[in-house]
């Protein structure tokens, strides 16, 4: 092969390259779901509480959810593997603390929260979806 050859070669494959790497990027795009109200990274921060409560999580979803504790940076913390649809958490926290429920569904991931117990009560959290996500809380704040 000669040299000019080799070179005209260089030459069309760089200006394909971009748009090429347009195409990839399009394609990844548009194969990505929609991440609608996503469980962002930080939140407002749980404040500081002494008085124990108990939050109690009911997935009555036809889709798994993630729980998130708001720490006291404001960053969500997992807690926990999915929630299967039909499957209950509690845990131990304190009043005022912030969590937050992520359901992924075929249309994307939603996010709702926060929620939180009161003092000295049980929170229960109940998660639904008919057309969205909602979140039926009694005995909570939020």
Partial sequence: MTRGRQSGRLIAAVRTAPMLAGLVLAALVLATPARADRCEVSQDP???SQSEARIVFRNESQFALRLYWSDFDGFLTPMGAW???GENR???TYAGHAWFVEMNTPEGRFCRGPVSATSRRTCNVRVLYDD???L???GCDG
Avoid: N
């Fill in 46 to 48: 749980s404040p500081p």
């Fill in 83 to 85: 929630v299967q649809p």
């Fill in 90 to 92: 509690w845990f131990t």
């Fill in 132 to 134: 969205g996500m909602d």
């Fill in 136 to 138: 039926d809380a009694r």
